[in-house]
């Protein structure tokens, strides 16, 4: 995670936990003037409306406290989904034995997207199988990932 996510992140973990979810993953897209904030939470009993707007509340009144932001921004709170992103290595060992799609923040072996069986999780990379060949792909170096559901 990028510095800003991880202060993101440790900023309103023990808002969400208070509330009695767990903390999935935070999201930032800065664009440009108008940005976005994405809390994904979670809970063994699942996640309703209510939860999302109770802990977007809570959590809206700790970033107004802070102030981590500069200019205006938008927050959003959801569940993570049938398609949920993965953030972190555990979420990864969760998954392994699923589709997943993963954008590189940089060309890797001359493609920067990588879709097929997560295959393992491996010290800092992740193993992606596609058409019977394994890809290592360094934690540090994945923009993006997210399960791909299968119906």
Same mark, same amino acid.
């Given at each position: 995670?990028?510095?800003?996510?991880?202060?993101?992140?440790?900023?309103?973990?023990?808002?969400?936990?208070?509330?009695?979810?767990?903390?999935?993953?935070?999201?930032?897209?800065?664009?440009?003037?108008?940005?976005?904030?994405?809390?994904?939470?979670?809970? *063994?009993?699942?996640?309703?409306?209510? *939860?999302?707007?109770?802990?977007?509340?809570?959590?809206?009144?700790?970033?107004?406290?802070?102030?981590?932001?500069?200019?205006?921004?938008?927050?959003?709170?959801?569940?993570?989904?049938? #398609?949920?992103?993965?953030?972190?290595?555990?979420?990864?060992?969760?998954?392994?034995?699923?589709?997943?799609?993963?954008?590189?923040?940089?060309?890797?072996?001359?493609?920067?997207?990588?879709?097929?069986?997560?295959?393992?999780?491996?010290?800092?990379?992740?193993?992606?199988?596609? #058409?019977?060949?394994?890809?290592?792909?360094?934690?540090?170096?994945?923009?993006?990932?997210?399960?791909?559901?299968?119906?």
């Amino acid at each position: 995670m990028s510095g800003r996510i991880d202060q993101l992140h440790d900023l309103v973990q023990p808002s969400v936990e208070a509330m009695g979810c767990d903390l999935w993953g935070v999201e930032y897209l800065s664009q440009g003037r108008r940005s976005m904030l994405r809390i994904f939470i979670e809970s *063994d009993k699942g996640i309703t409306v209510e *939860d999302c707007e109770r802990v977007s509340r809570q959590v809206s009144g700790v970033l107004d406290v802070e102030d981590p932001i500069a200019g205006e921004y938008t927050l959003e709170v959801s569940s993570p989904g049938a #398609d949920r992103l993965l953030f972190t290595l555990d979420q990864y060992q969760r998954f392994i034995g699923e589709q997943v799609s993963v954008r590189l923040r940089a060309p890797f072996d001359g493609r920067r997207n990588f879709k097929g069986l997560l295959k393992a999780v491996e010290d800092q990379d992740v193993v992606v199988e596609i #058409d019977a060949e394994e890809y290592l792909l360094p934690i540090d170096s994945i923009e993006k990932a997210n399960i791909v559901p299968q119906f």
